[in-house]
Every structure is written in structure tokens, then in C-alpha cells.
Nanobody, 132 residues
């Protein structure tokens, strides 16, 4: 079982930036494709971004493309499965709880990377609030 812990959320004005981090709470021996999702009050949890096991491929929801960047640092053994979400030009509609997730697949990344049912491990979430 992999436990993920998100950090870096907070309150920011529209146009500002935040950097979210997600790390496993213990040592992990496999490298997983990872994703970020978000859930606003009264809405379904939605896909934000995903990154392949090697980090060579990244994918984004249209609503965040060009503003958000997902990344990982596989070069450091103790940072395996640590991922980041750099969020720039934030908008009030980006306000949500942000969750990271890991996919236990052996593939570089699953075809349905944007589906929340694809992921096996989830963090508890971190709140991002963007004021207008």
C-alpha cells in the first residue's frame, strides 16, 4: 500500500502562482505513473494532469493547459514517485481540493490516464483557494 501526501496548497490572488508537491510517506520500490485531480464543492473530481513513469510524457486538461506544469524527479532514488504541479496564472475557477494519485500499472502510462478509476493510490488532498 502506498500512502501519498500532498502539500503546498493555500490562498492566492487571481494571477498568482502555487506549487503543489506530492510524495509517498515511505520508501517505494516501483515507479508509477502519477496524476493530479481536483474537486470543487458540489462538483465531480476532475482530471488536471498526468505524467508517465519516466517523466517523458505529460498530459493536461484543456482548462489548465499552458498554465500548469506537472513534473517529477526520478533521478533521486529517495524522490521516486514525488511529483509536482506548478500552477501559474491562477483563476478563481481553479479553487478546489487537489489530489495526487498513483497508477499501479506496469505500462509507461495507461491509455485512460484521465480517468480517476484508473488510479490505485490517493492522497488526502490539499486546498487551493484563488480569490478574485
Amino acid at each position: 500500500q502506498v500512502q501519498l501526501v500532498e502539500s503546498g496548497g493555500g490562498l492566492v490572488q487571481a494571477g498568482g502562482s502555487l506549487r503543489l508537491s506530492c510524495a509517498p510517506s515511505g520508501r517505494t520500490f516501483n515507479t508509477y505513473p502519477m496524476g493530479w485531480f481536483r474537486q470543487a464543492p458540489g462538483k465531480e473530481r476532475e482530471f488536471v494532469a498526468a505524467i508517465s513513469r519516466s517523466g517523458r510524457s505529460t498530459y493536461y486538461a484543456d482548462s489548465v493547459k499552458g498554465r500548469f506544469t506537472i513534473s517529477r524527479d526520478n533521478a533521486r532514488d529517495n524522490a521516486r514517485n514525488t511529483v509536482y504541479l506548478q500552477m501559474n496564472s491562477l483563476k478563481p475557477e481553479d479553487t478546489a481540493v487537489y489530489y495526487c494519485a498513483a497508477d499501479r500499472t506496469v505500462l509507461e502510462i495507461s491509455r485512460d490516464y484521465s480517468s480517476r478509476t484508473r488510479y490505485n493510490y490517493w492522497g488526502q488532498g490539499t486546498q487551493v483557494t484563488v480569490s478574485s
